[in-house]
């Protein structure tokens, strides 16, 4: 009886935790550069005790348990709007963002503008970094061209800082679309990027998979909680039985 009240239990806070990972997606399902969570689910082996004319033996199963909330990287796709101030990245490489507190952060949004200074910044996120630090343009008639150097009357200001992140890795998510990436970070000499002015990049949540998927997590979540009212019913009427006895 226990086991099935721990069973029922731990799977609600799977599904719990998949709901909320769920639920931010489609919050951001419009921020631009927002890459999406995933919880990644794991096992463990558990031991089960049965007793079989009163002589025990042993066997085991496994238990699943929400481990780690990862950061999907994939690819998304792009808007044009012919702006000087939206800048798409094609690749495994991220815009360097310089926060508040300081600290260098990485980014997928390129939806960028001057601040009151005439530094090229990502909301009250932080200045976009480059070579020389923050860049400083003074004007929005700049272009960037595919290798992420900018220009100001055809001649070069300075290169937008990037940082190369590759699928699969570990990042830490701060706040919608900022990130920490703990590793080396350089561009490989054959890795391929692009980066497009003109553009931005969409979130890479699908609406409507997340729709389906949180579906069907409620569903099983809801499953679980009437198994858990079912086992407290019968325990109760057991404990009933057990006082009149």
Same mark, same amino acid.
């Given at each position: 009886?226990?086991?099935?009240?721990?069973?029922?239990?731990?799977?609600?806070?799977?599904?719990?935790?998949?709901?909320?990972?769920?639920?931010?997606?489609?919050?951001?399902?419009?921020?631009?550069?927002?890459?999406?969570?995933?919880?990644?689910?794991?096992?463990?082996?558990?031991?089960?005790?049965?007793?079989?004319?009163?002589?025990?033996?042993?066997?085991?199963?496994?238990?699943?348990?929400?481990? $780690?909330?990862?950061?999907?990287?994939? *690819?998304?796709?792009? %808007? /044009?709007?012919?702006?000087?101030? #939206? &800048?798409?990245?094609? +690749?495994?490489?991220?815009?360097?963002?310089?926060?508040?507190?300081?600290?260098?952060?990485?980014?997928?949004?390129?939806?960028?503008?001057?601040?009151?200074?005439?530094?090229?910044?990502?909301?009250?996120?932080?200045?976009?970094?480059?070579?020389?630090?923050?860049?400083?343009?003074?004007?929005?008639?700049?272009?960037?061209?595919?290798?992420?150097?900018?220009? $100001?009357?055809?001649?070069?200001?300075? *290169?937008?800082?990037? %940082? /190369?992140?590759?699928?699969?890795? #570990? &990042?830490?998510?701060? +706040?919608?679309?900022?990130?920490?990436?703990?590793?080396?970070?350089?561009?490989?000499?054959?890795?391929?990027?692009?980066?497009?002015?003109?553009?931005?990049?969409?979130?890479?949540?699908?609406?409507?998979?997340?729709?389906?998927?949180?579906?069907?997590?409620?569903?099983?979540?809801?499953?679980?909680?009437?198994?858990?009212?079912?086992?407290?019913?019968?325990?109760?009427?057991?404990?009933?039985?057990?006082?009149?006895?």
């Amino acid at each position: 009886m226990l086991r099935g009240f721990y069973n029922a239990a731990q799977a609600m806070l799977v599904k719990q935790r998949e709901l909320d990972a769920i639920g931010n997606n489609i919050v951001n399902v419009n921020t631009a550069g927002y890459k999406k969570d995933e919880i990644i689910m794991n096992t463990f082996m558990d031991e089960l005790i049965l007793v079989n004319g009163r002589k025990e033996t042993s066997g085991h199963f496994l238990q699943t348990y929400a481990d $780690i909330s990862k950061t999907n990287l994939e *690819q998304s796709n792009f %808007t /044009y709007t012919e702006s000087n101030f #939206d &800048v798409g990245i094609y +690749g495994n490489v991220y815009f360097n963002i310089r926060g508040k507190d300081n600290e260098i952060y990485q980014t997928r949004n390129g939806q960028w503008e001057l601040d009151s200074e005439g530094y090229l910044v990502l909301g009250d996120a932080g200045r976009i970094q480059g070579q020389s630090g923050d860049i400083y343009l003074g004007t929005g008639d700049f272009i960037i061209d595919n290798a992420g150097i900018i220009y $100001i009357n055809n001649q070069p200001v300075d *290169q937008l800082s990037l %940082t /190369y992140i590759p699928q699969g890795s #570990d &990042v830490e998510k701060i +706040g919608d679309n900022l990130m920490r990436y703990e590793g080396d970070g350089t561009i490989p000499e054959d890795e391929f990027f692009d980066i497009i002015q003109g553009c931005w990049e969409h979130s890479n949540v699908d609406g409507n998979k997340e729709i389906t998927q949180m579906m069907e997590v409620h569903r099983l979540y809801e499953a679980n909680s009437r198994i858990l009212q079912y086992l407290d019913t019968i325990n109760s009427r057991a404990v009933e039985i057990a006082a009149i006895q």
